[in-house]
Nanobody, 128 residues
Framework: QLQLLESGGGLVQPGGSLRLSCAAS????????IGWFRQAPGKEREGVSC????????KYVDSVNGRFSISKDNAKNTVYLQMNSLKPEDTAVYYC?????????????????????WGQGTQVTVSS
């Protein structure tokens, strides 16, 4: 069974940092690109970041560019999202999702490509 499990969310003050993890089971990530998405209450889900199957190409939404960093450890079958300089507007449930192939993250519409499986999500709350 293909599964993704996120962890690392929590409550952090503005300006703080968190590192989210996305661990895969039932399949190996070296053939899959991984996207991080988030959904805040009352808002549509948005694509935050993407890393291709080889780990050499990354993509970020403008609002997190320069603050978030995505990385992939194929040996650990895990993708990470390092989030620095967090802002209250980063508060959301964060999800990771997989899509097979090296070109998933290409283009401005990468977040609308069919991703599966999805993780269950982890809550990130940025508040003082």
């Amino acid at each position: 069974q293909l599964q993704l499990l996120e962890s690392g969310g929590g409550l952090v003050q503005p300006g703080g940092s968190l590192r989210l993890s996305c661990a895969a089971s039932g399949f190996t990530l070296n053939r899959y690109s991984i996207g991080w998405f988030r959904q805040a209450p009352g808002k549509e889900r948005e694509g935050v970041s993407c890393i291709n199957s080889g780990g050499g190409r990354t993509k970020y939404v403008d609002s997190v560019n320069g603050r978030f960093s995505i990385s992939k450890d194929n040996a650990k079958n895990t993708v990470y999202l390092q989030m620095n300089s967090l802002k209250p507007e980063d508060t959301a449930v964060y999800y990771c999702a997989a899509a097979e192939g090296p070109l998933v993250c290409e283009g401005s519409s990468w977040a609308r490509r069919p991703f599966a499986p999805w993780g269950q999500g982890t809550q990130v709350t940025v508040s003082s």
